[in-house]
């Protein structure tokens, strides 16, 4: 650790930063407001599926939000982020206009800074942590869009570096999934000179950020930008490859495999099990955002159909459930109505998310949980029942918890009705691993500082060790797998 | 020069088999058709190239595979392999769009994408006598589950049902591992005329019968399944739901067994029959209908 800010010291030292830092007096600094970033008009990107909302930053833009940055001496940003990227030197890089060396920067930390840039949620990591923030209670630096305009600029000059690896090494390592924690680990392995080959069950690489994620958030074409230069860097992708099916833990090891990481997330979505919830028109996000962001369902030339609705239900108050929500607006929907048990404050969605949907005509029903779903002659799902909730004491997660109002019933007419509460850990790896020690909420058990498993050789991360969580998260995973199992494999088959 | 070729090929994949090339090498190749043969107008079996699919696999398993970049996946159950060949067998019958786009490829053509073996295999163990019941292409499901039941010491006797003679496929390949086979047709083209369930009556009122095993349409099964419960008979069927990615990740394919919801993907595709909510299912199944009979007349 101490090593790592005595790097930091010695980059801060460096004379362009000084220079940089003595040119603009802080009161200068922070007179400059923070940039607000361009969106498309809300009544324009909602005829759009794959119409980005946010425009991202001009090179002026980003110059001016970089100079608001007083570039500390002790840059606690660094710690909001779970990658630990070191945010005042690509910031400063930008400020000073070498915007390609702050791209460099990020990828010297980050695996995947285009998609981190655009999905983290940044008020709650790097720029909760911003002086601004913290000491003068200022609207902190738009650091995630600084991040963004970095990596956009390098991909649209059409100078994409690929980042230095090490000499090869010829130990074989295998990660299993291709979500944000393989994709961040794949990254750092390839980096210290590991033969790394990512395993994906479906026939696309890049996990959550594929079929999850839409496209009017993250651009599929930008995830593929940075799977390229994962490639680039010399890891190798099977899909259509299931671990523990296609080929077992044994055969991979006979082929060579020293050791893996398993970074399969919790695909598995949860229902509510209330009667008619397998009635035709009612699914899961998954299988709705699966069908349209990966298969292309609302696309004409597509073969994979999607059920199309007018009066659209959207259960739960997460980012999964703003994205279908917001999704099923965009296929043509007259009402697209988001029900969560709680109240608009204690919705787990990004505020930025929640903005933008309630902008796009979303409709907002909470304190209301589904009890029953009833059909119509054809058996597709046509009214909601729902129990109208009050907020009582707060619950183990500190929230308050909702409470049902006696006999306070309201019934809703829908046509499609999309559950959004959550997912648990895919149990497929755990399944053909009977030897691997999990917890009662059929997550990986790890030790939490390297990652490892009770099989040594097995490393995890993301959400099959957290449940549910965030794409950084997963990425800080995957590195700090990647460090330990470095050093797990260097003890036990170099020295 | 062809038979040489063909000799240093499949050297060539003993050895990648057994791992002595790396894998990248291993995989290329994968998913080509090496033979196709028409069992009727409708119904094409093909010889795909999948080594690492034909190791793994066991009877009851299935594939889910994609023709062309924007394909629909779709589920095909692992009709035989050939661990040697590294190839595994699959039947389809042309019924909508994507299984057409199947039926037109011929061998030499690739198939764009094939993940597998996904699901539960079948429990096969020593039963006894085993009644086997397929319909339609449900056959081509039936046949590896007949063959290990077979193999695993048991009597079988088989009935294969079907519209009409067209669709009987496989005949020959049961009677080969089964002790007795009745062919029924709807019209009397092949076999007796009559349905599924009176080839089966007549088994169960002439011998003891340990377990049924069904695979059909799900009308088919549903009619199997009320049968064999009649006579107390413990009764396998394999669902045939919709499905999009095969590996438990969205729930498309959920289904109501003994009043708890299933994953047909990972928890079947094989359930008790006499716990399945058959009419929920044949709803389910008619979910895209209308989507399925535009995507038809459009192409």
């Keep these: 650790m101490t090593d790592n800010k005595d790097k930091l010291t010695q980059e801060r030292n460096v004379s362009w930063r000084v220079e940089l830092r003595n040119s603009v007096p802080a009161k200068d600094r922070t007179a400059i407001p923070r940039v607000k970033m361009t969106e498309v008009e809300p009544q324009d990107r909602i005829k759009s599926q794959t119409c980005e909302v946010n425009c991202g930053l001009s090179s002026e833009q980003a110059v001016i939000e970089a100079r608001r940055c007083m570039d500390c001496v002790n840059p606690t940003c660094i710690e909001g982020c779970p990658v630990s990227i070191n945010i005042p030197k690509f910031v400063k890089q930008i400020e000073a206009q070498k915007f390609l060396d702050a791209a460099a920067t990020l990828k010297e930390y980050s695996a995947l800074p285009a998609v981190c840039g655009r999905v983290c949620p940044q008020e709650k990591q790097c720029e909760l942590r911003c002086f601004y923030l913290e000491k003068m209670k200022k609207e902190p630096v738009a650091i995630g869009y600084l991040e963004r305009f970095a990596a956009d600029y390098e991909r649209q000059s059409g100078k994409i570096q690929i980042p230095k690896v090490a000499a090869g090494n010829g130990i074989k390592v295998a990660a299993i999934g291709s979500g944000p924690s393989s994709l961040s680990f794949a990254g750092d392995m390839i980096k210290l000179g590991y033969e790394v080959t990512v395993f994906e069950a479906l026939h696309e690489i890049g996990g959550v950020l594929k079929y999850g994620i839409p496209e009017f958030r993250l651009p599929n074409s930008v995830v593929d930008v940075e799977l390229e230069n994962l490639r680039g860097m010399g890891v190798n992708f099977e899909k259509n490859f299931v671990v523990g099916r296609t080929a077992s833990f044994e055969d991979l090891k006979e082929l060579g495999y020293k050791a893996f990481f398993v970074g399969s997330g919790a695909g598995l979505p949860n229902f509510m099990n209330i009667p008619g919830e397998n009635l035709n028109g009612v699914m899961s996000s998954n299988e709705y955002l699966t069908r349209v962001n990966l298969m292309y369902a609302n696309q004409s030339d597509s073969d994979t159909p999607v059920m199309l609705g007018k009066r659209v239900a959207v259960i739960g108050g997460g980012n999964t459930a703003m994205d279908a929500v917001r999704t099923s607006k965009r296929l043509g929907a007259e009402r697209s109505i988001i029900i969560y048990r709680r109240s608009l404050e204690e919705m787990p969605a990004r505020l930025e998310e929640i903005k933008h949907a309630q902008e796009e005509g979303i409709e907002f029903m909470n304190l209301a949980s589904p009890i029953e779903y009833k059909p119509d002659a054809n058996g597709r799902v046509a009214k909601a029942r729902l129990q109208r909730m009050q907020l009582g004491e707060p619950d183990a997660s500190g929230r308050r918890r909702p409470v049902p109002i006696d006999g306070d019933i309201v019934e809703l007419d829908v046509d499609l009705v999309i559950v959004a509460i959550g997912v648990s850990p895919n149990p497929l790896i755990p399944a053909c691993l009977p030897g691997l020690k999990m917890t009662r909420y059929g997550t990986i058990e790890v030790n939490e500082e390297t990652m490892q498993s009770s099989v040594p050789e097995i490393f995890a991360g993301g959400d099959i060790v957290r449940g549910g969580a965030t794409v950084i998260l997963a990425m800080g995973d995957g590195r700090r797998a990647a460090a330990c199992m470095h050093r797990y494999l260097q003890e036990k088959y170099v020295k | ?299």
Excluded at chain 2, 256 to 280: L, R, S
Aim: net charge neutral; proline share 3%; charged share 25%.
């Design chain 2, 1 to 299: 020069m062809l038979v040489e070729l063909a000799g240093i090929y499949s050297l060539l994949h003993c050895r990648l088999l057994s791992g002595m090339k790396s894998l990248r090498l291993w995989l290329t190749g994968m998913n080509k058709i090496i033979e196709k043969y028409n069992l009727s107008e409708n119904v094409a079996k093909f010889i795909i190239e999948a080594p690492m699919i034909a190791k793994s696999r066991k009877p009851g398993n299935f594939v889910i595979l994609r023709v062309g970049e924007k394909g629909e996946r779709m589920p095909l159950t692992i009709v035989d392999s050939d661990i040697e060949k590294g190839t595994i067998t699959l039947i389809v019958q042309n019924v909508g769009v994507s299984s057409g786009k199947l039926c037109k490829l011929e061998a030499g053509d690739f198939i764009t994408d094939l993940v597998g073996p996904l699901g539960k295999a079948t429990h096969i163990h020593k039963a006894g006598t085993i009644l086997a019941l397929g319909g339609g292409v449900g056959i081509a499901p039936l046949y590896p589950i007949v063959k290990a039941f077979k193999q695993a010491g048991n009597r079988v006797f088989t009935v294969l049902a079907a519209r009409s003679k067209d669709l009987i496929i496989l005949e020959n390949e049961m009677r080969e591992w089964s002790d007795e086979v009745v062919v029924m047709t709807d019209d009397g083209s092949s076999g007796r005329k009559g349905l599924v369930t009176e080839g089966a009556e007549e088994f169960i009122k002439r011998e003891k019968i340990d377990e049924c095993v069904a695979i059909g349409p799900a009308i088919m099964m549903k009619f199997c399944a009320l049968t064999t419960k009649k006579y107390d008979i413990p009764t396998q069927v394999s669902l045939n739901t919709i499905m999009v990615d095969g590996t438990g990740m969205c729930g498309a394919c959920r289904v109501t067994v003994n009043g708890e919801t299933k994953f047909t993907c990972i928890d079947g595709p094989e359930f008790n029959a006499h716990q399945i909510d058959f009419d929920e299912l044949l709803q389910r199944l008619r979910a895209y209908k209308t989507e399925e009979d535009q995507a038809k007349s459009k192409k």
